[in-house]
């Protein structure tokens, strides 16, 4: 049986999906802050070296974790169990463009706000052009394969959760194939 997903916001992430624990009250709100919040408050540059340095993502979770735990005490905001040394550096890189970077449209960065797609509008007969991409041979793709492999390299475990992109590729290529017939 697959895990349970619970609403999840990691630090400076949009809402995603986590594996629940188990031990989570019935009524469990979530809580976290824009990107704006931290920049206001740390100064935090959420750029694209945020998204695609994994070191400075890294060091300003640290910032972040310990800012969170500050001001908020032991409140479990963005899952903060221990503010020095973050669980999950993946989750919020690239904010929800993965996709559609992967399909080759320019991700527009800003210092105080989630990255954003350059708004490159398909018709329905495009779309049903597309495609699957060729990860393999895909830069973008690689690139966040650079930071897994950097991230593997730095913690004793990585856990890569089940969610946005995997699951977002996996729907996409069923719901071409089914309308191809394939």
Same mark, same amino acid.
């Given at each position: 049986?697959?895990?349970?997903?619970?609403?999840?916001?990691?630090? @400076? =992430?949009?809402?995603?999906?986590?594996? +629940? *624990?188990?031990?989570?009250?019935?009524?469990?709100?979530?809580?976290?802050?824009? $990107?704006?919040?931290?920049?206001?408050?740390?100064?935090?540059?959420?750029?694209?070296?945020?998204?695609?340095?994994?070191?400075?993502?890294?060091?300003?979770?640290?910032?972040?974790?310990?800012?969170?735990?500050?001001?908020?005490?032991?409140?479990?905001?963005?899952?903060?169990?221990?503010?020095?040394?973050?669980?999950?550096?993946?989750? @919020? =890189?690239?904010?929800?463009?993965?996709? +559609? *970077?992967?399909?080759?449209?320019?991700?527009?960065?800003?210092?105080?706000?989630? $990255?954003?797609?350059?708004?490159?509008?398909?018709?329905?007969?495009?779309?049903?052009?597309?495609?699957?991409?060729?990860?393999?041979?895909?830069?973008?793709?690689?690139?966040?394969?650079?930071?897994?492999?950097?991230?593997?390299?730095?913690?004793?475990?990585?856990?890569?959760?089940?969610?946005?992109?995997?699951?977002?590729?996996?729907? @996409?290529?069923?719901?071409?194939?089914?309308?191809?017939?394939?």
């Amino acid at each position: 049986m697959a895990a349970q997903l619970i609403s999840y916001i990691a630090l @400076g =992430a949009p809402a995603t999906r986590r594996p +629940a *624990s188990g031990d989570e009250p019935f009524l469990r709100p979530e809580i976290g802050f824009t $990107p704006n919040w931290y920049r206001q408050a740390l100064g935090i540059d959420f750029g694209d070296r945020w998204h695609t340095d994994p070191a400075y993502r890294r060091d300003c979770l640290i910032a972040m974790g310990r800012e969170v735990r500050r001001r908020f005490g032991s409140a479990m905001i963005g899952g903060v169990k221990n503010p020095d040394e973050p669980e999950d550096l993946l989750t @919020g =890189a690239f904010g929800s463009c993965v996709v +559609a *970077s992967i399909y080759g449209v320019p991700t527009l960065y800003a210092a105080d706000n989630w $990255p954003s797609s350059e708004h490159q509008h398909l018709t329905a007969e495009e779309v049903d052009l597309l495609d699957p991409p060729d990860l393999d041979r895909n830069p973008f793709f690689q690139g966040i394969m650079e930071q897994v492999e950097w991230i593997a390299g730095e913690r004793a475990q990585l856990c890569l959760v089940r969610g946005s992109l995997s699951g977002t590729l996996r729907r @996409g290529s069923q719901r071409r194939l089914h309308r191809h017939g394939d």
